[in-house]
């Protein structure tokens, strides 16, 4: 059972460069998220989906695109990488909140991504 | 509109003491509170949740957290900290999205 799956875990981009971070889990989640961390600033959220064919923007969506075509992949893509992207990528996943509002995430290790 | 906010970047203790992690909500509706924790280079870890009940709830690895209604705060809580607790701890916030703090630093000497 590998839970949360991303891929790179590092990359070093050139600005106006275009990439795509994976993230797959096998726990059979519903819903995914993208996170981004940077220091001193807690997690933001990219980009969120609650099923296969359903995504929605978080709070910092601006220069990022995701798709859900099956309920195990959420892959993030940098259009035309700049610097102010240069974060610590999280992919993370739960079932829901369901009825008691317990939405317990499972997050990913992370992939660092530096825009040089 | 939700947010969580933690007022301390670090927090320091000794090895054996007990160990307070503060954090404060603002939340329209019922609140759904969340701690995790972070290990240098890991993604988080969930530690425990406060969804309805009792105010004191407990965690992995000995935490717990005190849910007060009329301070707005949530704040994590071990009787004994150890070396291995220092980490990153994060407070969150939410019901399908979740809204996280600026996160604390724990530094627990020997």
């Known amino acids: 059972n590998a839970g949360v799956t991303q891929t790179p875990k590092f990359r070093i981009l050139k600005i106006g460069q275009s990439m795509t971070l994976q993230c797959t889990q096998d726990?059979?989640?519903?819903?995914m998220y993208w996170y981004r961390q940077d220091p001193g600033m807690g997690l933001k959220l990219i980009y969120y989906s609650v099923g296969a064919g359903i995504t929605d923007k978080g709070e910092v969506p601006n220069g990022y695109n995701v798709s859900r075509s099956t309920t195990e992949d959420f892959p993030l893509r940098l259009e035309l990488a700049a610097p102010s992207q240069t974060s610590v990528y999280f992919c993370?996943?739960?079932?829901?909140?369901?009825?008691?509002?317990?939405?317990?995430?499972?997050f990913g290790a992370g992939s660092r991504l530096t825009v040089l | 509109a939700q947010s969580v906010a933690q007022p301390e970047d670090q927090v320091n203790v000794a090895e054996g003491n007990p160990l307070t992690v503060k954090c404060t909500y603002s939340?329209?509706?019922?609140?759904?509170l969340f701690w995790y924790v972070q290990y240098p280079n890991r993604g988080l870890q969930f530690l425990l949740k406060y969804i309805t009940g009792d105010n004191l709830v407990k965690g992995s690895y000995g935490f717990e957290a005190e849910f007060n209604k009329s301070q707005t705060s949530f704040h994590l809580k071990k009787p004994s900290a150890l070396v291995s607790d220092s980490a990153l701890y994060f407070c969150a916030s939410g019901f399908q999205k979740l809204v996280f703090g600026t996160g604390t630093r724990l530094l627990v000497s020997p």
């Open positions: 726990m059979n989640h519903n819903y």
């Open positions: 993370a996943s739960s079932y829901g909140p369901g009825v008691s509002g317990a939405n317990v995430l499972t």
């Open positions: 939340v329209s509706g019922n609140p759904y």
